[in-house]
């Protein structure tokens, strides 16, 4: 029920972004993001559910006896790298200031190398979501957010904050990653069996937040697509 949510409203986020980008005239990065939004659904929707259907429909046995069967980590474990570096590259396309644009480059091949490595030489990625990288992702992404923040409030773009998509994007991503992330560093250290009653509210919340989240882009997407000028 909590993935079929989620789902659910991904799509909206994407439907959403797709109908603003062939109406409007938009920033090439915004396009790219709309693009990532149906990239996230395409992800979530077939992966989220293959051990689901692996283990319950006959019609996808011939994936029995592959890690699909167990589990869809590997596909998680390298999207959040795909996922978190494109939200930093995001928010460099759209800062002005070329220190900062500098910056984020730097800490995204970073980040791209680390997480690489990691996964490569430790025995998370068949078993669990690489706590490390999506730590290290989150606090890039607060990190990038905040230097997007800090340059709109040093600018006459404070009084038209609300008309940005941008600013809908920021404010849907760092609150969902200030939510999840210190419950994920917590339930890391949880399994069902342990402690189911803690892993439930762990999918509630996680389920509350990309509620949010989602729901930011799409009222942005709403919103901004009033100021834009149609073909």
């Known amino acids: ?138 606090i890039l992404i607060f990190l990038s957010a905040i230097i997007y923040f800090y340059e709109i409030f040093k600018s006459d773009e404070i009084l038209t904050f609300y008309k940005s998509i941008v600013s809908y994007i920021s404010v849907g991503a760092l609150i969902f990653h200030l939510t999840i992330t210190p419950i994920f560093i917590y339930g890391s250290y949880y399994s069902s069996s342990r402690d189911p009653e803690f892993v439930n509210i762990y999918r509630i919340i996680l389920t509350v937040a990309n509620i949010f989240m989602y729901t930011c882009y799409t009222i942005g997407f709403i919103v901004c697509s009033r100021k834009n000028r149609s073909y």
Not at 46 to 70: A, D
């Open 1 to 138: 029920m909590f993935l079929a949510i989620i789902n659910t409203v991904e799509l909206m986020a994407a439907v959403a972004g797709l109908i603003y980008i062939t109406k409007y005239r938009v920033k090439l990065s915004t396009r790219y993001f709309v693009y990532f939004l149906w990239l996230t659904v395409f992800i979530e929707v077939i992966f989220g559910w293959i051990t689901v259907c692996v283990n319950n429909f006959e019609s996808f046995s011939f994936l029995k006896g592959t890690f699909l069967e167990k589990s869809n980590y590997p596909i998680y474990n390298t999207f959040h790298i795909v996922s978190f570096t494109f939200y930093i590259l995001y928010f460099r396309s759209n800062l002005k200031d070329q220190k900062f644009t500098a910056y984020l480059s730097f800490l995204s091949i970073i980040y791209v190398l680390g997480s690489s490595l990691n996964l490569l030489f430790s025995d998370e990625f068949y078993f669990k979501i690489s706590s490390s990288n999506y730590i290290a992702g989150s």
